[in-house]
């Protein structure tokens, strides 16, 4: 006999929390480049090149820290490569990401079984090792959720907040906000706003970076072919959902981690099939969206900001 | 909808492609493959052999040519959804989820609907999935045109959401006995005939054919096709000659849906005459792909669809035969796509040689 | 006493119109200045000189005595000058203070915004020039009016001593525009200079000391307010001119082809951009609505051709009720328009000169089927149409982009009169044409008229409206507020009403 609390339990809100992790950073770095008015579809493409990257980077150096810096320099890199693409040469947004993301898929891939030979996978590496909280992981049910995970895990919500800070306490986060709502405005305040696009498109990428070396890392220590599985998509609807907030885009990011979770669960425990919970997050999104669950603004109409 | 969304609908003229067309287009194509034969060399592969292997493997013998369409068969129609709707100023990157909707319609409506002649089956599985992939473009343009909502997200949204839903039904009420994640076989009067043995080539490479003849048709001859452009050119001109902007984007989005789902109902019919749970590898998103480097034209497409096609085949004969990694085409693919994005800077590069 | 601005012989030339014709132009410090003239006076062009957003091709600049160099508004700002546009350039979702100090933000330890210092900064100078504005409200909750008084706060904040304020209670209520002229007097008291742009006369009489009036980029002349009334800024503004005379051919039967009653109608940023219009129009005879732009012009023609619903009233083609109809429907039924804005509305740059000349009737008479375009006719009726118009093209398969400005116009005129129309709408019909467009466009409408067509003839060039009309009236503020028989009537009267003087 099948009972809830088999299968909503604390095992399941930690898996959930694990799951969110990679997502609420890309998402946080969608969020930055949204802002400064990019679209950045490409998200799924930098968290997989990041995701490689640090793996290479653990694998000849032993030191999976070293990974992760290197993880997060390749997530500016290759955003730095669709600011360019994007601001100064005014290519279509769409255009761009998504050649990033069939690039970035074949080019890992490639490089994979170059490295590894024809597995789909690289081999183990060095990882971050999950870390025990001493006191809290005792406590009843919420030690089981929160006591025992990745450094990175933790880093969440300081990584959050600092978004937060960055973004409505400091005047570059001022500049940023202006930039993506109106260009022009800040341009005669004295705003440089293509640097501070370029800024923010590479700052996103940076974190979506974080968000990829966490998959290959943390939470396993290998890359595989294709191991992000449409997460930077993901986080673009978190960042949706949460409304291009640092604090909504984190909730919501736990959500989607959750549902991952859940329906991973019921998979082991064949009641509802996995996939039609899977779907609601997306369902969810688009309700967001047409308005149903609150108005979703977009920080920025993404049109492309010519100089005069 | 509101006056921002219509000042929104409708491409910047200097994105992508404008002006001598074809020539960037190829330029940009050659550029890709110097810098995928860069990596191949830096990664200790001789690119003259590789290229030379993928292109006789595409093209070298009859199995080669039929392969290569075979592959190439499902992106034209994906490709001429993406350019559809772009037409008319409209994202459509949801294809691959009208793809699949397409694909799981046909293959219920031909399981199901068993002891009709072929001549009537065939068609109405193809209709069966045009309506699904219709329908699945319908969602959007209706969002878009009572919500302000934008295509670029609800139609990504979807496509996950048809990639999961698909996958549900091929893992339960449709699936087959047995291990594997599939439906039951077509009947044989649903299925498209091989017309190449031993390939797989079927007839939906006739029925992508005449697509593509009929899209051309469709914008430049009619009435409708006049509209979309109008439309997608300049929304606000197009609103005051008495063109209903609503109705011409539903359209468009709902053709878009219909035609990868006319795809997707296709390649089941001919090539796997079942539908296997992950079968389409990202079908879709090559369309949108091959949609800019074909240069937005319908022509143009089919020639890029080919290209791709031959790079998926003609990879696979060469990963045998020289054992570089199959995803170089996929890396190719990117480069393409990458250099195709940004013809102003291809463009500067000439300029500074003058 | 060194004027705080002087501006010597300024000279500024677009393609095909002189701008400014070697303008002297003095403000003294501490006055409130008025800059009056119409549309195309040239007023914007100097004071962008003014503030660096266009350089003089010939004239120098003298800023508190000394000359001085303006290549953009930052140096226009760090010599006191400063600007308020007629569109703001305020960011919606930040607050007020965040928008005032926008690239001088202040911090404490060198990271973090210093709101507090922020706001006490602020609102000392709100204090000091009695604004009152909440600097914690965001912009998209604060009605016009107070975002104006935003604009004119940031403008001070960076340092400026002259301020020059472009046609600012063109988005103001006439409440909203009395605290407006009560900050104008605060500043005044503060020492502050004021340039006050202009073409409505209560304004600049009740609020300037003293007023220059340009008309055709020349100036005509400097007075004190105090000796000036509407009628002799009229005179300076409008002038006596050159009228072309067109023969006026006698219509035999008059009917009503027009009828608009008691439209009100909204902008698009929510303000009452038309207040009651009542209109109508007969059929061969020429209706010239005069105004200054930005007086519910845009949103009268809006409303006539059904792309903006109307708040209330009615409007009847012929005894019809069309209120409801849409575009589609009003082309059907026999209604023209020739749009203001030819690049945005009028034509599709990336269609050729075929395409564009079937668009609107393309439906109705290019198809035999209902589905394909039959492109041979639409070819031949191409070529006939730019025989007739005259249009300087290769042929009809050439992009339209590639014309000139007064071929794309013929285009467009011929496109619109060969639907055989009741009803013409013809808006700014030659803007930015050169002599022989203008004139051949003035031809063909009056042609139209003979025709037996109604032509509403909106204009901002009241050339245009006397050479044209049988008869013209004036919109202001959203209300048509004369009508007269052009006969009966005098440049100097309708000038008057354009400026809003002489209430009936």
């Known amino acids: 006999m099948v009972t809830v609390t088999d299968f909503i339990n604390a095992g399941l809100l930690a898996a959930g929390i694990r799951l969110a992790t990679p997502i609420v950073y890309a998402a946080l770095g969608g969020m930055f480049s949204e802002r400064v008015g990019i679209v950045h579809i490409g998200l799924e493409g930098v968290m997989l090149t990041s995701s490689f990257a640090g793996v290479v980077a653990s694998y000849y150096t032993g030191n999976p820290w070293i990974g992760i810096i290197v993880a997060v320099l390749t997530g500016g890199l290759i955003s730095f490569v669709h600011a360019v693409l994007t601001i100064k040469y005014v290519g279509d947004q769409i255009v761009s990401g998504t050649g990033l993301n069939i690039l970035a898929l074949g080019f890992t891939s490639y490089m994979t079984q170059i490295i590894w030979g024809n597995r789909g996978a690289s081999d183990s590496v060095q990882g971050i090792a999950d870390i025990a909280l001493p006191i809290i992981k005792d406590i009843p049910f919420i030690g089981k959720v929160i006591g025992t995970h990745s450094p990175l895990v933790y880093l969440m919500p300081f990584v959050t907040y600092a978004c937060y800070y960055v973004l409505f306490k400091t005047p570059f986060g001022l500049r940023v906000r202006a930039v993506g709502e109106h260009p022009t405005a800040a341009e005669t305040a004295g705003v440089d706003v293509i640097k501070t696009k370029y800024i923010g498109v590479i700052l996103g990428g940076m974190l979506a970076g974080l968000g990829g070396a966490f998959l290959s890392l943390s939470h396993l220590n290998l890359f595989t072919r294709g191991m992000t599985g449409g997460r930077g998509f993901i986080a673009m609807a978190a960042m949706i959902f949460g409304k291009w907030m640092p604090f909504g885009v984190f909730a919501s990011g736990l959500l989607f981690g959750l549902a991952d979770a859940l329906q991973i669960r019921l998979q082991s425990l064949g009641i509802l099939p996995p996939q039609i919970i899977l779907t609601i997050p997306y369902l969810l999104t688009i309700a967001i969206l047409a308005g149903f669950v609150g108005k979703a603004k977009a920080p920025s109409d993404y049109k492309p900001y010519k100089k005069e | ?354 | ?504």
């Open chain 2, 1 to 354: 909808m509101s006056e921002e969304v219509k000042n929104n609908i409708g491409r910047e003229t200097d994105s992508v492609v404008t002006g001598d067309k074809v020539v960037f287009q190829v330029i940009a194509i050659v550029i890709a493959f110097v810098v995928g034969a860069l990596v191949l060399l830096v990664t200790g592969y001789s690119p003259i052999d590789a290229y030379v292997s993928m292109a006789l493997g595409a093209f070298g013998d009859i199995f080669g040519i039929g392969q290569t369409l075979t592959q190439a068969t499902p992106i034209i129609f994906t490709s001429l959804a993406f350019l559809v709707a772009y037409k008319a100023g409209l994202f459509n990157i949801g294809g691959e989820g009208q793809f699949l909707m397409g694909a799981i319609a046909a293959t219920v409506t031909g399981i199901y609907l068993e002891g009709l002649p072929g001549i009537i089956h065939i068609p109405l599985t193809m209709l069966a999935g045009m309506i699904m992939g219709g329908l699945w473009g319908l969602v959007p343009a209706l969002l878009k045109s009572r919500f302000d909502a934008h295509e670029v997200i609800t139609t990504m949204m979807l496509s996950y959401v048809a990639q999961y839903f698909t996958s549900y039904l091929v893992n339960y009420p449709f699936k087959a006995p047995g291990w594997v994640s599939q439906t039951e076989r077509l009947p044989v009067s649903a299925e498209l005939a091989r017309i190449l043995p031993p390939t797989q080539l079927s007839s939906g490479i006739i029925v992508a054919l005449a697509l593509v003849g009929l899209v051309w048709f469709l914008l430049n001859k009619t009435v409708l096709g006049f509209e979309l452009r109008a439309i997608g050119f300049n929304p606000t001109a197009a609103e005051n000659s008495g063109i209903k902007i609503d109705r011409g984007i539903i359209l468009s989005l709902v053709l878009s849906g219909a035609i990868a789902g006319l795809g997707g109902a296709v390649e089941i019919m001919g090539t796997h005459k079942r539908f296997i749970d992950g079968f389409s590898p990202g079908y879709g998103w090559d369309g949108l792909a091959v949609a800019l480097v074909g240069g937005l034209d319908p022509f143009g497409s089919l020639l890029a669809s080919i290209l791709f096609g031959a790079l998926r085949s003609g990879g696979m004969i060469m990963a045998r035969a020289t054992g570089v990694p199959l995803d170089i085409n996929i890396l190719l693919q990117g480069l393409v796509i990458l250099f195709v994005a940004a013809p102003a800077a291809i463009r500067g590069v000439f300029r500074r040689k003058d």
């Open chain 3, 1 to 504: 006493m060194i004027p705080a601005i002087n501006m010597k012989g300024i000279t500024k030339r677009f393609p095909g119109v002189l701008a400014n014709n070697e303008i002297n132009f003095t403000v003294e410090k501490g006055e409130i200045h008025g800059l009056l003239g119409e549309n195309g006076a040239g007023k914007s062009v100097l004071m962008s000189i003014l503030y660096g957003l266009y350089r003089q091709d010939e004239g120098v600049i003298e800023v508190d005595g000394e000359i001085r160099n303006i290549s953009g508004p930052s140096d226009a700002m760090s010599l006191g000058i400063g600007m308020v546009h007629q569109h703001f350039m305020l960011i919606p979702s930040l607050s007020v203070v965040e928008n005032i100090i926008l690239g001088n933000e202040l911090t404490k330890n060198g990271l973090e915004l210093d709101y507090e210092r922020m706001l006490k900064e602020v609102s000392e100078f709100c204090d000091r020039y009695r604004i009152e504005v909440n600097l914690e409200a965001k912009i998209f909750e604060l009605p016009v009016g107070v975002q104006q008084r935003v604009e004119i706060l940031k403008a001070l904040y960076r340092g400026a001593d002259v301020l020059i304020l472009d046609e600012p209670t063109a988005v103001l209520t006439p409440n909203e525009a009395e605290e407006l002229f009560m900050a104008v007097r605060t500043l005044k008291d503060e020492g502050k200079t004021v340039i006050f742009i202009s073409h409505k006369l209560k304004e600049v009489l009740n609020i300037c000391d003293r007023v220059t009036v340009l008309k055709n980029g020349n100036v005509v002349g400097t007075v004190e307010t105090v000796d000036s009334t509407e009628e002799s800024l009229t005179d300076m503004m409008v002038g006596r001119k050159i009228i072309y005379e067109f023969e006026r051919a006698e219509q035999p039967e008059q009917k009503k082809i027009l009828e608009v009653s008691d439209i009100e109608a909204l902008s698009d940023r929510g303000i009452q951009a038309l207040r009651g219009v009542n209109l109508s129009l007969m059929n061969g005879e020429i209706l010239g609505i005069a105004g200054i732009e930005g007086n519910g012009q845009t949103e009268l023609i809006e409303v006539l051709t059904g792309l903006r619903g109307p708040t209330k009233g009615h409007i009847s083609l012929d005894g019809e009720e069309i209120t409801e109809k849409n575009p589609y429907e009003r082309i059907r039924l026999g209604i023209s328009h020739i749009p203001e804005d030819r690049y945005k509305r009028g034509m599709i740059l990336e269609f050729t000169v075929q395409e564009n000349m079937i668009l609107g009737s393309h439906r109705d008479r290019f198809t035999s089927d209902g589905i394909t375009l039959d492109q041979e006719k639409a070819r031949q009726h191409t070529i006939g149409l730019i025989d007739d118009y005259q249009v300087q093209t290769p042929g009809p398969e050439i992009l339209i982009g590639t014309l000139s400005g007064g071929n794309q116009q013929r285009v467009v005129v011929a496109r619109e009169f060969s639907r055989e129309p009741r009803l013409i709408i013809a808006a700014q019909p030659t803007r930015g044409l050169d002599v022989g467009a203008t004139e051949y466009v003035r031809k063909k409408l009056v042609e139209m008229r003979d025709q037996g067509k109604a032509v509403l003839l909106i204009s901002a060039d009241l050339d245009e409206i006397w050479a044209l009309s049988d008869r013209v009236a004036v919109i202001y503020e959203g209300k048509i507020v004369a009508v007269r028989n052009i006969e009966d009537t005098s440049e100097q009267e309708i000038g008057l009403y354009m400026a809003g003087g002489n209430d009936e």
